[in-house]
């Protein structure tokens, strides 16, 4: 678990960049005129980017928060960026990459929940 303690700067830091992106993200797409792609990749990342900021905040009483940040943070990061490449490229990031990264982001809000049945951490 210390391991991951050591991954906690990376989580404030997805989580300022996620919602700057999810900012511009949401202009380029409506000075784009096209919002498919765009339009959805903002929304991930700007709903996801105030969860990271939580989830770092709660890890002093929150069992799973930093794993749970982690996954998410991934998962937005690839389900985002597989839009934008669609977008911008033409093509995928990575073969299934929206649906990967929408599983971990699942993936986290399910670690998330399973916090509720671990014991708080004192402190």
Do not use: K
């Amino acid at each position: 678990m210390a391991r991951l303690n050591n991954l906690r700067p990376l989580i404030l830091l997805a989580s300022g960049l996620m919602g700057a992106s999810g900012v511009a993200l949401a202009a380029a797409a409506s000075h784009g005129g096209d919002t498919l792609f765009l339009g959805s990749a903002s929304t991930m990342c700007l709903s996801h980017a105030p969860v990271l900021l939580g989830l770092y905040l709660a890890n002093s009483r929150f069992r799973t928060a930093t794993l749970a940040a982690l996954v998410l943070g991934l998962g937005t990061i690839v389900f985002a960026g597989d839009l934008v490449s669609r977008h911008f490229l033409g093509d995928r990031l990575f073969p299934f990459a929206a649906p990967f990264g929408g599983t971990m982001m699942m993936l986290g809000w399910l670690i998330t929940a399973f916090g509720a049945f671990l014991q708080v951490r004192e402190g």
